[in-house]
């Protein structure tokens, strides 16, 4: 099973946990912007990430707890470590999860990417979502959470529909299509990329979602072919040209 992880710099440990919890709405987002998984078995399973279910069934992978103290963090993993249900931190393999060795947030929900421009473009979107949590957590804000069942449920819908799902938003319990919801957080991130100088990346995001994301891109060889030879024949092409 594979996945894109990604790790952003975080500079106190005081904001890893808020971040972690506040990039859990973003979950749908990057699932389904990801999602390269529709086969198992040599059939469609009707899902745009069945990776995502798959790995989910560890009991220590999927959506994190949320935590509000770091000392909350470090009785868990302790609790984890004398019961022996990991033998090291690395074992606790959420979506997104704290990683103290390297003073970063690591995202892991992310399908295998085939392309760089997509690998990019998401990396460019999670860097942006993280330093402009970072900055409005240096300007007093309390960044805003979710209960947990909206994030399973959104997790779930992302998953199965892909760009199609209707995410709930917020813990108002609004909903609106991933794709919107899309092109307002790239808007909205415009100016953090710019300083961070990967607009151009972040922007992609838009151009990727209309030539399809991997697994549209997937499911439309399979169709026209019937064949999953043609499929991974698919995957190399959209690899070797990304690099060209």
């Known amino acids: 099973i594979f996945g894109v992880h990604i790790h952003v710099g975080i500079d106190s440990r005081d904001k890893v946990l808020p971040i972690v919890n506040a990039l859990l709405a973003y979950v749908p987002h990057l699932q389904a912007l990801s ?13 745009a990430s069945n990776r995502a279910m798959m790995f989910q069934q560890l009991p220590t992978a999927g959506l994190p707890f949320q935590f509000d103290e770091w000392a909350d963090y470090e009785k868990y993993v302790d609790d984890m470590l004398t019961t022996g249900i990991i033998d ?32 990019l473009a998401i990396t460019a ?21 979710m209960p947990d069942w909206f994030h399973n449920e959104n997790k779930w819908r992302a998953a199965r529909y892909g760009m199609d799902a209707i995410i709930i938003e917020n813990a108002e319990a609004d909903e609106r299509l991933v794709t919107e919801c899309l092109a307002d957080e790239i808007e909205r991130l415009s100016p953090v990329a710019e300083r961070l100088g990967c607009a151009e990346e972040l ?8 030539r399809g ?16 030879t043609e499929v991974t024949r698919s995957l190399i092409s959209d690899l070797r040209n990304s690099y060209s």
């Open 125 to 145: 979107f999670i860097q942006c979502l993280v330093d402009d949590m970072s900055e409005r957590l240096d300007a007093g804000e309390t960044l805003p959470t």
């Open 213 to 228: 994301v991997p697994y549209q891109r997937l499911q439309k060889v399979f169709g026209a072919t019937g064949s999953l």
């Open 88 to 119: 090291n931190i690395n074992e606790i393999r959420w979506d997104i999860r704290p990683a103290p060795h390297w003073g970063t947030v690591e995202v892991r929900v992310c399908d295998g990417l085939p392309t760089l421009e997509e690998i």
């Open 35 to 47: 999602a390269s998984s529709p086969f198992w078995g040599g059939t469609d399973t009707g899902y």
């Open 203 to 210: 922007h992609s995001i838009t151009s990727i979602i209309e």
